[in-house]
């Protein structure tokens, strides 16, 4: 560190995670050499303290992803390298135990106080003028700039409340990603506070974090978050949970882009919950889903392989339900797709009841799959056969057609010649 900052430095992306000899001083002298920094991971440096971020922040104001899981995070220079990074887009803060309301609430009030400071008019600005359209006037709320962070992850965050939650959702309305695994602490209203205030998010992380999550707090996810593409839910072995499956039905008809789908350990899931996943508009964008140790058999596992045609990853593990019938419908989709690449990179069949006859047989049809030139397209939709099937069959019922016009033609030419020849 200290021979990477004996100058100044162009140096943009540094990852140092994980190395336990790391102070404050050698990262104080990198700041003040590697000013272009944007990219800088210090996950798992756990003596670096406060004065080192302070430092950061005042030093490396390009800074864009920024990772301090399992460091000592205080708020003191956590706020300062809030305020002074106006370019902040991800921040990870993983394990951080001491992560908790009165740490939060300092960081809210360096993300308001540089927002609202920003959003001051300057005094040299005369205003609209008496003669100016008053539709065209903003107001101060509309004027003032939001906080650019994207990605925020907090998972381990077990001292997290709800409150402290709260205040981060109200300060960072445009989070695409949020983790909140492990996160023990927090409570039904904080999640929801997350869901009204962050209405851009794609990617939402509730796994472990006990009975919290309740089915009103998850079906209301589409409602506040349309854009919504991945979901993890997953659950510990044993652990309670009160969700069930009406909320996959929920998020089924109101999720219309989902895409990733985690119900790991979500012991209540059935069939006819699988049922309303694959009959909903999110079929035709899912890409992979986990119903491990839940109650799923072959029926609802063969109707989202026929139903979801970007499906390329699915894991049934744990599901004594699940028998070769499952195999055998993963064999017939692929037939389906003639010359066209198969979506389906990884299926997951461990501990169900798939006999080891039917898998050497699945890995034998799938290493030959694997080795064989396809083209890079799949299906376009469930409803739709392969394109290539389709060509052929158009150009056989075109042919056919062709064929009984000519004959039709021929004999209706010779009828009326007939007549002719008579006479």
């Not at 209405?199 to 996810?221: E, F």
């Not at 799949?378 to 409803?383: A, I, K, N, V, Y």
Request: charged share 15%.
């Amino acid at each position: 560190i200290f021979d990477l900052a004996r100058e100044d430095s162009p140096l943009q992306v540094l990852d140092v995670s994980q190395n336990k000899h790391l102070t404050c001083i050698s990262i104080e002298a990198l700041a003040r050499k590697c000013r272009q920094l944007k990219t800088l991971y210090l996950n798992g440096c756990n003596k670096i303290q406060a004065r080192a971020f302070v430092s950061l922040g005042q030093n490396c104001t390009l800074l864009e992803d920024v990772g301090l899981s399992g460091t000592q995070v205080e708020p003191s220079g956590l706020r300062v390298l809030v305020q002074h990074c106006s370019n902040l887009r991800a921040l990870s803060l993983e394990g951080c135990a001491n992560l908790n309301y009165h740490n939060v609430t300092p960081l809210h009030l360096a993300f308001t106080q540089r927002y609202l400071t920003e959003a001051t008019p300057d005094a040299r600005d005369p205003g609209p003028g008496p003669d100016s359209d008053s539709g065209a006037s903003t107001t101060e709320s509309d004027r003032r700039p939001s906080c650019p962070l994207q990605k925020l992850k907090l998972k381990g965050s077990r001292s997290l409340s709800g409150a402290g939650l709260s205040l981060l959702a109200q300060c960072c309305p445009n989070l695409t990603e949020l983790k909140l695994t492990e996160c023990y602490a927090l409570s039904a209203n904080g999640i929801l506070d997350v869901l009204k205030h962050c209405p851009k998010l794609q990617t939402l992380g509730l796994a472990l974090i006990g009975p919290k999550l309740t089915d009103t707090v998850a079906s209301q996810i589409g409602m506040y978050c349309p854009n919504i593409r991945a979901l993890d839910f997953s659950n510990g072995n044993g652990a309670k949970r009160t969700i069930t499956g009406a909320t996959v039905i929920q998020l089924a008809l109101t999720c219309t882009r989902l895409a990733k789908l985690i119900l790991l350990g979500c012991h209540e899931i059935q069939d006819q919950h699988l049922f309303a996943l694959t009959s909903s508009p999110c079929a035709s964008t899912l890409t992979v889903l986990n119903v491990s140790l839940t109650q799923v058999t072959d029926e609802g596992a063969c109707s989202v392989l026929r139903c979801c045609p970007k499906l390329e990853k699915l894991d049934l593990s744990a599901n004594t339900e699940i028998t070769d019938k499952v195999v055998d419908c993963i064999l017939s989709v692929h037939s389906l797709y003639a010359d066209y690449a198969y979506p389906l990179s990884l299926c997951v069949l461990r501990g169900t009841g798939c006999s080891a006859t039917s898998l050497s047989h699945w890995a034998a049809v799938a290493r030959s799959i694997s080795a064989a030139p396809r083209l890079p397209k799949t299906l376009p939709s469930h409803t739709s056969p392969p394109p290539g099937r389709c060509v052929l069959l158009c150009a056989v019922v075109v042919g056919v057609v062709v064929v009984v016009v000519v004959c039709c033609e021929s004999i209706r030419a010779w009828a009326l010649q007939a007549p002719c020849r008579s006479a």
